[in-house]
């Protein structure tokens, strides 16, 4: 037992420090440096994925350091907002980091990241090296070591996350005549309409593997408990 609350101890403390690193990440990288220079704002996927991943390890820490939280009065909405964001950050994670090494080998764009043509080294700003790299060490851990499920029924939740990603490019194309990525880029005509069916897709087949992923490993865990319980009672 000792043991058990000793892990989920250090769980949470490592999905604290998750969150902590995503609040600096904000105030420094998405609030101060692009006052300065303008480098993102939230103009990318990527920035929506990490600032996400960065909420749903502050949710799961909360549950992992103060058990006491399960079982409140409001404890049943937020750890199905915990589950929910927790679906979602996992494909969508996986879509943006898929396409951001895609570009740096097929289809490298320095001059629309940086306003330079200094490649490789616009993909190697630390920021992206958090959002494109960073994010699948934290996912890949805390999938091993977590048991936070992942539900088939949050595929819509994860679309529909695209589909407010997708009309926020569209405002800023409105706004500032610029879009972020050619798949939703309406101005390009019906090549937008492919891209944007081929993130679409993407999306809901890195959902679907993961969520194959995540019932392996529960029922793993569940066949490891089975044997203990037996143990325990011979």
């Not at 080998?105 to 080294?121: I, K």
């Not at 593997?209 to 490993?217: G, M, S, T």
Request: hydrophobic letters at 50%; glycine letters at 8%; charged letters at 15%.
């Amino acid at each position: 037992m000792k043991n058990a609350n000793a892990s989920r101890f250090a769980l949470g403390l490592g999905r604290l420090a998750v969150f902590a690193f995503a609040v600096f990440f904000v105030l420094y990288h998405l609030c101060y440096e692009n006052i300065l220079h303008h480098t993102d704002g939230m103009e990318y996927l990527s920035d929506w994925t990490f600032v996400l991943l960065g909420a749903s390890s502050g949710m799961t820490a909360a549950f992992s350091l103060a058990p006491g939280l399960v079982g409140s009065v409001s404890s049943g909405n937020l750890a199905d907002l915990c589950v929910v964001a927790h679906s979602v950050v996992w494909p969508t994670n996986i879509l943006s980091t898929v396409g951001a090494w895609y570009s740096f080998v097929f289809f490298p764009q320095c001059v629309a990241l940086e306003g330079v043509d200094n490649y490789p080294w616009c993909y190697l700003e630390w920021y992206r090296l958090a959002e494109h790299g960073l994010n699948m060490v934290v996912l890949g851990l805390d999938w091993y070591f977590g048991a936070v499920p992942v539900r088939r029924g949050d595929l819509g939740h994860t679309l529909v996350f695209m589909g407010a990603y997708t009309v926020w490019t569209w405002y800023l194309q409105i706004t500032t005549g610029k879009c972020p990525y050619v798949m939703f880029d309406f101005t390009t005509g019906w090549t937008s309409v492919a891209w944007f069916n081929a993130a679409m897709a993407g999306v809901t087949a890195a959902f679907f593997l993961v969520k194959r992923a995540f019932d392996a490993r529960d029922a793993q865990a569940g066949a490891i408990a089975e044997k203990r319980d037996e143990h325990e009672r011979e």
